[in-house]
């Protein structure tokens, strides 16, 4: 029986073993996902209060549409021999889909990086609200302004004191001019202080140093700098983009018997960018790529990419959120308007559970426009 192994148990790995599921229909095609763990970790979602609701069991999206689940983690990929290596095992496939996701780049060199708090990982979002719980007006320090830094340090300042550092001149600079206005005055509003054109060069106990020679009270140090795509990438091409990723086509396959998607993939948006590291673009490479994969075996048609237009929406904590449309991320909806279509896409990135129709029809809809007022809602594709 042909074989279709998928590497990766995000939201990438999670459709493509849907997408697969979906092409096979009822031929004759074995899907295995290796994962090492037993939950799709909602990794947008770390920067809330309880990360241990930002999760849903594999097993419940998996076994009814009739995908097997090997709990291990992948070491080698051997593509001429099209084997894969996994807690010492070695599994054949006939396709491959590579969805092992990115990880936070840590600090090089950086005393006291030991000490460090993130949100990139389930376990890192647990360590840091652990370390907090209970705490009256303790002190964060959070290095990075972008996506990730943001909504970490707005959510931080329910609960005591942030300062937000970064090196660049200006807060949420790769999020360009369009939200800033809105970001700046939430920051403003929920008193997280800016050290820009700065960082972190030491942690200590209770303190954290900057790059200006400033000592700062810091409870905590969270870092939010830097995410690189999963190492395996360097055993499928050795033509890398700036992020670790691999290059693929519009059908996102990447060698004959291997496609990529998620955040390992570096796949075409539109004629002028590349899809963005995050869930809204690894959702429809997963679904697309497990088709494929499935699709290339049984003689079934291929799919291309064809993304839904793109979107951003960042929480501010007290101060609601801010959701932008397209590239020059134009701010259709903010503060309590914004939140709500937060509240609203954070449900969506839910994969349905324990119904093979309805996670097959989920994996089906590639194309996702989300609303940006709630009373859209109804005229809109929901997202899957």
Same mark, same amino acid.
């Given at each position: ?6 590497? +990766?148990?995000?939201?990438? +790995? =999670?459709?493509?073993?849907? +997408? ?32 241990? &609701? #930002? ?11 009739? $995908? ?74 959070? $290095? ?14 329910? @609960?005591?004191?942030?300062?937000? =550092? ?39 106990? !209770?303190?954290?140093?900057? /790059?200006?020679?400033?000592? %700062? ?6 870092? /939010?700098? +830097? ?34 998607? @998620? ?25 697309? #790529? !497990?088709?494929? #994969? ?5 003689? $079934? ?15 501010? @904590?007290?101060?609601?959120? %801010? ?36 996670? &097959? ?24």
């Amino acid at each position: 029986m042909a074989h279709v192994v998928i590497i +990766g148990g995000g939201f990438a +790995g =999670v459709w493509s073993a849907a +997408g697969a599921a979906l092409a096979r229909g009822e031929g004759d095609l074995r899907i295995t996902l290796v994962a090492p763990n037993e939950h799709l970790v909602l990794r947008p979602r770390l920067y809330e209060p309880e990360p241990d &609701l #930002a999760k849903v069991e594999l097993s419940r999206i998996l076994e009814p549409i009739g $995908v097997e689940h090997l709990r291990a983690s992948v070491s080698t990929i051997d593509t001429d021999r099209r084997v894969v290596v996994a807690d010492g095992e070695e599994i054949g496939y006939d396709r491959l889909v590579l969805a092992a996701g990115s990880e936070l780049v840590p600090p090089q060199g950086l005393p006291g990086a030991e000490r460090l708090f993130d949100i990139d990982t389930l376990d890192g979002a647990r360590r840091l609200t652990d370390h907090l719980r209970g705490r009256e007006d303790y002190s964060a320090v959070v $290095v990075g302004a972008g996506f990730v830094g943001l909504e970490a340090a707005t959510a931080l300042a329910a @609960g005591g004191r942030v300062l937000l =550092v970064d090196r660049s001149e200006a807060v949420g600079d790769q999020l360009g001019p369009g939200p800033r206005e809105e970001i700046e005055a939430a920051l403003d509003g929920l008193g997280v202080e800016r050290r820009l054109g700065t960082t972190v060069t030491e942690v200590g106990d !209770g303190y954290a140093v900057l /790059s200006d020679g400033t000592k %700062v009270e810091a409870d905590a140090v969270v870092w /939010s700098v +830097g995410i690189r795509a999963s190492e395996l990438t360097r055993q499928i091409s050795g033509e890398l983009d700036h992020l670790g990723r691999v290059p693929v086509d519009r059908r996102l396959r990447a060698l004959p018997e291997v496609f990529v998607a @998620g955040d390992t993939a570096a796949a075409a948006f539109d004629a002028e960018h590349t899809v963005m590291q995050a869930c809204q673009h690894a959702t429809p490479l997963g679904k697309v #790529a !497990g088709y494929n #994969a499935a699709a290339d075996l049984l003689g $079934v048609p291929l799919r291309d990419f064809t993304p839904g237009p793109y979107v951003t929406c960042l929480d501010l @904590g007290g101060a609601g959120a %801010v959701f932008t449309r397209g590239w020059d991320r134009r701010v259709m909806a903010s503060g309590a308007d914004g939140a709500a279509v937060k509240k609203r896409i954070n449900q969506l990135i839910h994969p349905p559970v324990d119904d093979a129709a309805k996670i &097959l029809a989920a994996a089906d809809r590639v194309y996702i426009e989300l609303p940006f007022f709630p009373r859209d809602e109804e005229k809109t594709t929901p997202a899957g």
